[in-house]
């Protein structure tokens, strides 16, 4: 269970090395903690929240926008990556820092979300496959994995098409 002192607020000035740090330690490789720092330099973060204990960050998750051509302007986003310090994991954390996530994407004006994840672990946010709404991911991944949420009901409803993520995304 987590800590009755966690909080989860957004990142703010002075959190990159922290988040650097819990993105390194949750992956195999580099790779996510190289890509927030991207999104982070280009601007293209929307929501970048951190869950922080006694003073020290122990999880992150970020949003980022997407795009289905041909439907825009599309106020979707991308989630991804969402980490959690590994001496930190299963503590209810990484579901903190989702639910905390999605409100502040509402609150955004965002109305719907797609993430590449663990198929057992987003459905109980109300994701579901993005094929149902005929949505296809523009990296080769099955299908259960590539998920979507409406935030907006309805709002997928209509075409789907190729959701592509941010350029930054291309360098993993």
Same mark, same amino acid.
């Given at each position: 269970?987590? #800590? ?40 293209? #973060? ?127």
């Amino acid at each position: 269970m987590a #800590s009755p002192d966690l909080t989860i607020r957004f990142e703010r000035e002075g959190d990159a090395d922290g988040i650097k740090e819990v993105n390194r330690t949750a992956f195999a490789t580099p790779a996510e903690a190289d890509l927030v720092d991207r999104l982070r330099r280009l601007e293209a #973060s929307v929501v970048s929240l951190v869950a922080e204990d006694g003073g020290s960050l122990v999880g992150h998750i970020l949003f980022s926008p997407v795009s289905l051509p041909g439907r825009e302007p599309m106020p979707i986003l991308g989630l991804a990556p969402t980490a959690v310090r590994p001496d930190r994991q299963r503590q209810g954390i990484g579901s903190q820092l989702v639910r905390a996530g999605l409100d502040a994407a509402r609150k955004t004006g965002a109305a719907a979300v797609v993430v590449v994840g663990h198929a057992r672990f987003y459905p109980r946010f109300g994701f579901v496959p993005a094929s149902r709404f005929g949505l296809t991911c523009e990296y080769d991944v099955p299908d259960e994995v590539f998920m979507a949420l409406e935030l907006v009901p309805g709002f997928l409803a209509g075409p789907g098409g190729l959701v592509q993520y941010h350029p930054a995304f291309a360098e993993l």
